[in-house]
């Protein structure tokens, strides 16, 4: 999902399969998704001037890979120094490897996904090295393994329609005339439907409820590395018998982000930091997805990292402030001073925040300042006062959707104080 793809074949409609249409499809990752066809995939030279909205388009490429487009928006390319116009297509999403009729076709049994910061969240520990050392400290012998017999994966049932699973894979290859060896390892996650098929779009919409969990876990924003899924149905038969699956890829645009390795000390929390309770912490998460969705959002949205800070970055952190007092503590009709006061006092005894202790009045100043246009006075924060404050307070939220999925008071202190970069 993170490499540029061109695939040259043929495009049509489900209900069409008649009428093919050459062309070419481009991924080009962080911008777009394109289908440019030689000619209309649609009837008559009138719909090429035209902007076309088509949910679904099918193609077969030069390879024989079947491919699925959907929420393709169309706008035509006319020449008329040129015998013949283009097409183009911009599509949402982009599944290699099978044709599906619609998004809520339920065909898939589960969907594997890599994603940047899950092994160092997580380790595989697969691979076991040893290093031997003379009796002068020189190093002498060097041993790697890789044994499937450390094979590990880790089943947490969230309800009854999903299971979620982590696993552990180790690779070793060398080359041919044995020159040169490479061991490989990686953490992987995946999830499975229980009890029926699920469509692509409902198994996504899981996956990106924990990849929000992944974001927030590592003060970063995550990427996948790639998605593949799962039909159990859909299989060829080797000449002993054997099923051999077939597998398909979704491709998506996502953001651009600077994906560099973290080390273990710049994560909120590792699975080691919570490995006595990390299912009910993810059924929990889970649960309490459409309470919490806004503000995990709002969250997640302020732990990226940016180039520039502005008011905007404030002003969410104390909305989902706000909104989190009023659904989960609150539900009258009370103060913003009042609000943050209570969540102030709430987790006022970890140390970071007894070390800089927030200024209500600069906080409701600034918000009504920046949202609601009053008048500025001299509580009002601009600048680095305003990055500082909108810092101080990021922390209280972290604390409060910590306490809300799980963590205990004492938990929450220790991976707070000991996070470098909050």
Known sequence: MIQREELKGFWYLPNHPENKIP?????????????????GIEFGIEDLLKTRFLE??????????????????GYGILNFSSSFPLMNYKCKYLIRGKHIISVKDGVYDSALVD?????????????????????????QKINLS????????????????????FFGV?????????KSFELK?????????????????????????????LSLASLSTVQYLSITLYDSDDYQLSEKGNKIFNTSHLYFIQDKVDN???SRYQFLFTHEDIIEIIPDIL??????????????????????????????????????LEGYHRRFIDTNKRKLSVRINELYKLFGDIQKIKNSPININHVVKSRDYYSHFFAKDSEVLDGIELFELTEQLRILLICSVLQLIGFNKELISKIINKNEKL
């Open 283 to 320: 059924v929990k998460w889970y649960s309490i997805e459409q309470d919490l969705s806004p503000i995990r959002n709002h969250l997640i949205e302020s732990i990226k990292t940016k180039k520039v800070f502005t008011s905007l970055d404030f002003l969410i952190i104390v909305q989902a």
């Open 56 to 73: 679904v388009i099918h193609g077969i490429t030069h390879e024989n890979e079947k491919v699925t487009l959907f929420f393709c928006h």
């Open 185 to 213: 390892q990686n953490t992987l996650f995946e999830i499975l439907a229980n009890n029926q098929k699920k469509s692509f779009f409902e198994l996504l919409k899981k996956i990106e409820i924990f990849k929000q969990f």
């Open 260 to 262: 560099a390795r973290l």
């Open 23 to 39: 062309g070419t499809l481009f991924f080009i990752p962080g911008d777009e998704i394109r289908l440019e066809l030689i000619g």
């Open 146 to 165: 890789l044994d499937d017999s450390t094979y590990w994966e880790e089943v947490i049932k969230l309800d009854d329609n999903f299971t979620i699973k």
């Open 115 to 139: 994603m940047t910061s899950l092994y160092d969240w997580y380790p595989a520990a697969r691979i076991h090295n040893e290093i031997y050392f003379s009796d002068h400290n020189k190093q």
């Open 170 to 178: 180790g690779d070793f290859n060398h080359s041919f005339d044995l």
